[in-house]
């Protein structure tokens, strides 16, 4: 049992994680703190909702990058509605009103997907585009700064809070719930679903799936619902967090996610991934991103620097997988 | 065959992961010495709504016309322009109108500047998309005795305009920048840059003015670094924290990209250090208002396109009664008092102003924009 928590991909990229924090901690004392921790998870929420609701269509064999233009075009219209409404109110009908949204377009690709026998890749690509265009178009151009009254201070809504001599008062932001709360439900969705276990057998080889008798067609339904959604309720949580909302909100960010999920273990061709490893995974690139201000690395170094460290940490995971085969080992999923 | 897919996957990510770091420059087209890009917002409903009102009625034997061509008539920005040209026309007595595609694009650019010449228009005034291609355009209107004036072309050809105007020197805008922290910071103390990306001519040649100059004359202030925003709020709101971590002792901001000091000043306010250090940088109203009311955000610096209009204008005017334009010479637009003109890189005459206005939490509302 500890044999194969070991083996496992995640606890390499755990050992890696907290590797890369000691190496940080002894170059800048200074992030050895409470509140480094709160601020990395605040800006890791948004990324781990999206990653979260990425992650089975990945497992599936698919690979999409709509998801960010779908969080960027739900939460710009929603937004730029009910304020043209004069809407003061709280902040759930927004997420109410984004997650319809955000659905209605991951179904659209879901349905593009599975009628039209088309690639997922090549679908999400057209949708990228094409809602960031319908965004920037028929929605606004530019960032809105103006909140409705009874979102105002939402940013500021921590579980627990924590002082600290630099940046003052930090704390866990209330959305952290949110990731909780679809974490798990991706996980028991993967783990304990006739549905979820299609997902996999889907990704492994999807005639098999179809032939044990997976209806593929409405378990891609399925998935793409849930990443439109999921991307909803992040482009929402990011507009508040960051007190504006923004039509090409992560515009130059699916890398980043995808990378998370990959680092996290998932192939890219399908068949493997996990919700822990993702966590992981989303938590590493933010430490990267981070460590280079923090040991203070010269602005210029970082993209060579991060660059290199990716294809490292890229490297150890797939080469034990290599190796692994080489020894005939079955490797673990 | 399992392995050989199993390689190519890796290389795949291998890839993808390299080309995330490299941060793809997808978010604001404008070039060069462009505003803080967002302020050009395309209210999409209306398009040609200011289109040609020359093309139906023949200008008037002893009217002058002016014509303003933009790169898009769909954007706030603009819109703000076209109040200078309006008031040119006023000031002046002259028949002055502004035109442009509904869309960016060159070609529909090059096709009303074709129009205008065809309708014997006496100026334009041109703010080209792609500078390469209106500079045939401007020579045949040039050709056809037609006065053509630039704004953010200072790249133009010899002989592809008469004059081009720009708001102000980039390196004298960065000097400008450095002078407001300098003085809020005390002139000592730690500062840092923003700029929107390393690759960003006119972000990095404000801030390297600004470094050299704060070399030159402020020897206690300390420079710790540049650091790219990527034209990202929330990525310089959490660089901003790290830098707060690493340097408890910073004291001075500069910001490039309009989000640049909203970001930073984010991280400051909660910190609660609004008053210890310094934030200064390109932004406007729209952007950094809250922020400025606050003093999370000192100063925030910009340049107002209407003025720029009515620049533009000005020199085609002067150009068509044969004034000379000379260095130093007062064009009767604020920010224009005193202009310096160079010949650019590619053999144009380019006038500078000194057209940088500053916004804090008194005056900002006489900026809506």
């Known amino acids: 049992m500890l044999n194969k928590i070991v083996r496992s991909n995640e606890f390499v990229i755990f050992v890696i994680l907290v590797a890369l924090s000691l190496v940080i901690g002894w170059v800048n004392p200074a992030f050895y703190s409470v509140a480094t921790l709160f601020d990395i998870i605040r800006a890791s929420i948004v990324y781990f909702i999206m990653a979260y609701g990425l992650l089975p269509i990945i497992i599936a064999g698919g690979i999409d990058i709509s998801f960010v233009a779908i969080a960027a075009m739900s939460s710009y219209t929603v937004h730029m509605f009910l304020i043209s409404r004069g809407y003061q109110g709280g902040i759930l009908l927004y997420y109410v009103l984004a997650c319809a949204l955000g659905a209605f377009a991951g179904l659209l690709n879901g349905v593009l997907v599975t ?152 192939a890219i061709t399908g068949g493997s991934g996990s919700v822990i490893g993702t966590t992981l995974g989303v938590l590493l690139i933010q430490l990267i991103n981070r460590a280079l201000i923090l040991t203070g690395i010269q602005v210029e170094w970082q993209r060579l620097v991060l660059g290199i460290i990716l294809i490292l940490f890229t490297a150890i995971p797939s080469l034990r997988t290599l190796r692994a085969k080489r020894h005939g080992r079955a490797v673990q999923s | ?178 002078k407001e922290l300098a003085s809020r910071m005390g002139e000592s103390g730690k500062y840092i840059q923003f700029v929107g990306s390393l690759t960003n001519a006119s972000h990095n040649e404000w801030q390297d003015c600004a470094k050299a100059y704060a070399e030159k004359n402020y020897p206690n202030l300390e420079f710790i670094g540049k650091y790219e925003s990527k034209e990202d709020q929330e990525v310089a709101y959490n660089t901003m924290k790290d830098i707060l971590k690493t340097h408890p002792d910073i004291k001075g901001v500069l910001g490039s990209a309009a989000g640049d000091v909203v970001g930073a000043g984010r991280a400051i306010e909660e910190a609660g250090l609004q008053d210890q250090i310094a934030v200064v940088g390109t932004s406007i109203p729209s952007y950094a208002g809250e922020l400025l009311k606050t003093g999370a955000v000192d100063l925030a610096m910009a340049w107002d396109p209407a003025t720029a209009g009515y620049a533009c204008n000005v020199v085609a005017y002067k150009v068509l009664k044969g004034e000379q334009i000379v260095d130093g010479m007062d064009l009767g637009v604020p920010g224009y008092e005193a202009i310096k003109l160079v010949i650019g890189p590619n053999g144009v005459p380019v006038i500078y102003g000194a057209a940088w206005i500053k916004m804090d939490a008194n005056n900002m509302d006489d900026y809506p924009f």
């Open chain 1, 115 to 266: 009628r039209f026998k088309l690639p997922v890749f090549d679908v999400s690509l057209a949708a990228f585009t094409m809602w960031y265009g319908f965004t920037l178009f028929f929605i606004g151009a530019t960032a809105n700064f103006d909140l409705p009254k009874g979102t105002v201070g939402y940013y500021a809504r921590f579980l627990i809070t924590s002082q600290d001599p630099n940046v003052g008062t930090t704390g866990l932001h209330e959305s952290f719930l949110y990731v909780v709360v679809l974490g798990v439900f991706i996980w028991w969705l993967l783990k304990y679903t006739t549905l979820g276990r299609g997902v996999f057998a889907m990704g492994g080889n999807r005639e098999v799936a179809i032939r044990t008798g997976f209806n593929v067609n409405r378990i891609q339904l399925v998935l793409f619902l849930i990443m439109g959604t999921f991307s909803a309720i992040a482009g929402v949580t990011q507009g508040f967090l960051s007190r504006y909302f923004n039509p090409v909100l992560f515009i130059s960010q699916p890398l980043d996610v995808l990378a998370a999920i990959i680092l996290g273990g998932a």
């Open chain 2, 1 to 178: 065959m399992r392995r050989a897919l199993s390689i190519l996957s890796i290389l795949v990510i291998l890839s993808l992961l390299v080309s995330c770091a490299q941060q793809p420059a997808t978010q604001a087209p404008p070039p060069q010495t462009e505003a803080p890009a967002a302020t050009e917002a395309p209210p999409a409903e209306q398009p040609a709504a200011t289109e040609a009102p020359a093309a139906t009625e023949a200008p008037a034997e002893e009217e002058l016309v002016f014509a303003t061509v933009v790169k898009s008539i769909a954007f706030n920005w603009f819109k703000r322009l076209e109040e200078g040209v309006l008031k040119f026309g006023e000031d002046y007595k002259v028949k002055a109108f502004m035109d442009g595609p509904s869309q960016v694009d060159s070609a529909a650019q090059v096709a009303i500047i074709e129009n205008l010449i065809a309708q014997g228009v006496d100026a334009i005034c041109n703010v080209p998309y792609g500078v390469p291609e209106n500079e045939p355009a401007q020579k045949k209107a040039m050709d056809a005795g037609i006065i053509v004036v630039g704004h953010e072309a200072a790249t133009a050809k010899e002989g592809t305009l008469h004059y081009d105007v720009e708001a102000f020197d980039n390196c004298a805008y960065g000097e400008e920048m450095m």
